[in-house]
């Protein structure tokens, strides 16, 4: 009856999202969704931003620039200044969420059959943004330190040879989701090195960088890029406030170089002809405050402990029957089942007793892996954490036992 475009004539929706409708069950310990803890929430301060931004309440209640107010602006450029990225308002967009961010970039890049990179496994929804343009996807294998950067030049090698070098990159270099890998700085320097030599863009998606409980930072791709000739012109850093400050904000970022923005803002007007006013505003004094700092110091100490307690029960619980890699920071750890009962049979099993998780196909551009799973441990308590994990022990029990049924002869 209606004629859908091709893209969207079945389209698939996020497995993250499919997940939800469990969430009101009675009981129910979630590690799905990559939420903040809403007990972190910093209410006291964003009550009083909120306050002192409509205090000006004609500006925000009217429309704004399409590119972001100027107060957000230049708040996300010493910010920017702050984590190591030496900018202008003249390179920031304001964004609805990070995801916008990555919409505009594929909007003004990427046509029907370009070829686009993306680490494997990497956030689902962007897998869907990527095909939902139409592009050819490659999938980079990531290891338990982030892409595998020989691997990418052996692919560009081949890609190259063939004519076939792609239009763009998407990585996750800071606690990725869902891997929960860091990349290096040898890598993150070859890696800047690779997209000038075969001139491709880098969108280096950073949603976590903020949420390091241990270890080290590492300075993002933008900063080390003013270190290698060329690289600046061909990377663009997209940033949020959803997981460091509060998600219902909806306030992200991208810095970019000017030619890429500008095309940008023309994207962004035929979407929403502009980010909420309002809420910049309320953003812009947040930042200002001061209190962002002392904030990250909290929940990431609070992450940290969450992290401990997921590792720690997993290792209780199930044991040999499941590998992984301990973050130092972000939300989500990434794990392998050994055996051979697959993640969408621990999770029927699982929701069950009222434990759920986000299998890893979802996560995969070719999900040939039926065994890898995503657990976040960011939303539920330190109590929660150790009887998920209870509750996951015996779902693997169940699973074994279920799978045991259906081999016995008739």
Same mark, same amino acid.
């Given at each position: 009856?209606?004629?859908?475009?091709?893209?969207?004539?079945?389209?698939?929706?996020?497995?993250?999202?499919?997940?939800?409708?469990?969430?009101?069950?009675?009981?129910?310990?979630?590690?799905?969704?990559?939420?903040?803890?809403?007990?972190?929430?910093?209410?006291?301060?964003?009550?009083?931003?909120?306050?002192?931004?409509?205090?000006?309440?004609?500006?925000?209640?009217?429309?704004?620039?399409?590119?972001?107010?100027?107060?957000?602006?230049?708040?996300?450029?010493?910010?920017?200044?702050?984590?190591?990225?030496?900018?202008?308002?003249?390179?920031?967009?304001?964004?609805?969420?990070?995801?916008?961010?990555?919409?505009?970039?594929?909007?003004?890049?990427?046509?029907?059959?370009?070829?686009?990179?993306?680490?494997? @496994?990497?956030?689902?929804?962007?897998?869907?943004?990527?095909?939902?343009?139409?592009?050819?996807?490659?999938?980079?294998?990531?290891?338990?330190?982030?892409?595998?950067?020989? &691997?990418?030049?052996?692919?560009?090698?081949?890609?190259?040879?063939?004519?076939?070098? @792609?239009?763009?990159?998407?990585?996750?270099?800071?606690?990725?989701?869902?891997?929960?890998?860091?990349? @290096?700085?040898?890598?993150?320097?070859?890696?800047?090195?690779?997209?000038?030599?075969?001139?491709?863009?880098?969108?280096?998606?950073?949603?976590?960088?903020?949420?390091?409980?241990?270890?080290?930072?590492?300075?993002?791709?933008?900063?080390? +890029?003013?270190?290698?000739?060329?690289?600046?012109?061909?990377?663009?850093?997209?940033?949020?406030?959803?997981?460091?400050?509060?998600?219902?904000?909806?306030?992200?970022?991208?810095?970019?170089?000017?030619?890429?923005?500008?095309?940008?803002?023309?994207?962004?007007?035929?979407?929403?002809?502009?980010?909420?006013?309002?809420?910049?505003?309320?953003?812009?004094?947040?930042?200002?405050?001061?209190?962002?700092?002392?904030?990250?110091?909290?929940? #990431?100490?609070?992450?940290?402990?969450? #992290?401990?307690?997921?590792?720690?029960?997993?290792?209780?619980?199930?044991?040999?029957?499941?590998?992984?890699?301990?973050?130092?920071?972000?939300?989500?750890?990434?794990?392998?089942?050994?055996?051979?009962?697959? +993640?969408?049979?621990?999770?029927?099993?699982?929701?069950?007793?009222?434990?759920?998780?986000?299998?890893?196909?979802?996560?995969? &551009?070719?999900?040939?892996?039926?065994?890898?799973?995503?657990?976040?441990?960011?939303?539920?308590?330190?109590?929660?954490?150790?009887?998920? #994990?209870?509750?996951?022990?015996?779902?693997?029990?169940?699973?074994?036992?279920?799978?045991?049924?259906?081999?016995?002869?008739?």
């Amino acid at each position: 009856m209606y004629r859908f475009s091709s893209v969207y004539l079945d389209p698939k929706g996020s497995p993250i999202r499919a997940l939800y409708k469990h969430l009101s069950e009675p009981g129910m310990i979630s590690f799905a969704g990559g939420y903040p803890d809403p007990q972190l929430f910093d209410v006291t301060g964003l009550s009083a931003a909120s306050d002192r931004a409509f205090e000006n309440s004609s500006a925000c209640l009217e429309y704004g620039p399409t590119e972001g107010t100027s107060g957000l602006k230049n708040a996300l450029v010493q910010l920017m200044h702050e984590r190591g990225v030496l900018t202008t308002p003249e390179n920031i967009i304001v964004t609805t969420g990070s995801q916008q961010a990555f919409d505009l970039v594929l909007r003004v890049l990427v046509e029907q059959g370009d070829s686009v990179f993306v680490e494997q @496994p990497t956030y689902s929804t962007n897998i869907q943004a990527v095909q939902a343009h139409q592009a050819q996807i490659s999938a980079v294998p990531v290891t338990a330190e982030g892409m595998d950067v020989q &691997a990418l030049e052996r692919m560009l090698v081949a890609a190259s040879a063939q004519g076939q070098t @792609p239009k763009l990159l998407y990585t996750i270099p800071n606690f990725s989701n869902p891997s929960g890998a860091t990349l @290096p700085v040898d890598r993150r320097i070859r890696l800047l090195q690779l997209a000038v030599q075969y001139q491709f863009v880098l969108a280096e998606d950073d949603p976590y960088g903020g949420l390091r409980f241990s270890g080290e930072t590492v300075p993002s791709l933008m900063a080390l +890029a003013s270190q290698i000739p060329g690289a600046k012109d061909w990377v663009v850093h997209m940033s949020t406030l959803s997981k460091i400050v509060a998600p219902g904000l909806r306030v992200g970022w991208a810095a970019a170089p000017v030619e890429i923005l500008r095309r940008c803002s023309v994207a962004k007007q035929t979407a929403d002809v502009g980010s909420s006013p309002w809420v910049q505003r309320i953003a812009a004094e947040y930042l200002a405050s001061g209190r962002l700092n002392a904030h990250l110091e909290h929940i #990431c100490a609070a992450y940290g402990a969450k #992290c401990r307690a997921l590792v720690h029960g997993l290792r209780h619980e199930l044991g040999e029957a499941i590998s992984f890699h301990e973050p130092s920071g972000g939300m989500f750890v990434w794990a392998r089942l050994t055996g051979d009962i697959t +993640a969408a049979e621990l999770l029927t099993q699982g929701i069950a007793r009222g434990v759920m998780f986000v299998p890893g196909e979802g996560f995969q &551009a070719d999900g040939v892996d039926r065994f890898t799973l995503r657990l976040s441990f960011a939303s539920p308590s330190l109590e929660e954490v150790a009887q998920g #994990c209870r509750r996951l022990g015996e779902a693997l029990v169940a699973a074994r036992a279920a799978r045991s049924k259906q081999a016995l002869p008739a």
